[in-house]
């Protein structure tokens, strides 16, 4: 079955620095990829989506990447902020899920 | 309130025993996702609901898990016999589209305990 995962399961940066998160995908045909970030004791919550017709989409402070010749998804935050501290899900569509990468943001 | 509401958000049972676990999702929204989450884990979907249409099933891991949607509104995820192994969060979540697009808002958890 398709499988989505991620390099890294923890990152430790400093803030103000950027921080880039990094998830593999297997399925080629899929076509929406999503990141979540969820804090301790929280579900999950929406931070970028993208489509597969696109490489690129940018948010408030985030940016996310798509390579789809290497499945490849990066989740790139800008200026990171202690409240970016937390786990990162990439998806691949709304049904698969990665592992996750917690994120710790140095004060 | 207007967010994705789950009840329990705790559950304490002993192994054998059959639980339920309720969603009430955001009103108007016609997609609604049950996920399980095991400590340390990413999220393990379980099944989907979109409208009337009959249920995607497809990760259910067995026949003890079973989940029914009223009314195209709230959800309940019934888990049969439980085990050990059914210790996790499960995770509601709600959106106004399909699986290829519209954000995903979450519930904060169920956990439950199988002792």
């Known amino acids: 079955g398709e499988s989505v995962g991620l390099h890294l399961p923890t990152l430790s940066v400093q803030e103000g620095d950027n921080s880039i998160i990094n998830c593999a995908y297997s399925n080629s045909a899929s076509d929406y990829f999503i990141w979540y970030k969820q804090e301790s004791g929280k579900g999950p919550q929406f931070i970028i989506d993208?489509?597969?017709?696109?490489d690129k989409r940018q948010g408030q402070r985030v940016t996310v990447l798509l390579n789809k010749t290497v499945k490849h998804l990066s989740l790139q935050i800008a200026a990171t902020q202690p409240g970016d501290s937390a786990v990162y899900f990439c998806?691949?569509?709304?049904?698969?899920f990665g592992t996750g990468t917690s994120l710790t943001v140095i004060p | 309130g207007a967010g994705v509401s789950q009840s329990p958000s705790n559950k304490v049972t002993e192994k054998g025993k059959d639980v339920e676990l309720r969603c009430d999702p955001i009103?108007?929204?016609?997609?609604l996702y049950w996920y399980r989450q095991s400590l340390g884990q990413g999220l393990e979907f379980l099944i989907y609901f979109q409208g009337n249409s009959a249920p995607d099933k497809s990760g259910l891991p067995s026949d003890r898990f079973s989940a029914e949607r009223t009314g195209g509104s709230v959800s309940t995820l019934t888990i049969q016999r439980t085990q050990q192994e059914d210790s996790a969060v499960y995770l509601c979540?709600?959106?106004?589209?399909?699986?290829?697009?519209?954000?995903?808002?979450f519930g904060e958890g169920s956990r439950l305990t199988v002792l």
């Open positions: 993208i489509r597969s017709n696109m």
């Open positions: 979540a709600s959106s106004l589209a399909g699986v290829s697009s519209g954000e995903l808002f």
């Open positions: 009103s108007g929204h016609t997609a």
């Open positions: 998806a691949e569509n709304q049904f698969y």
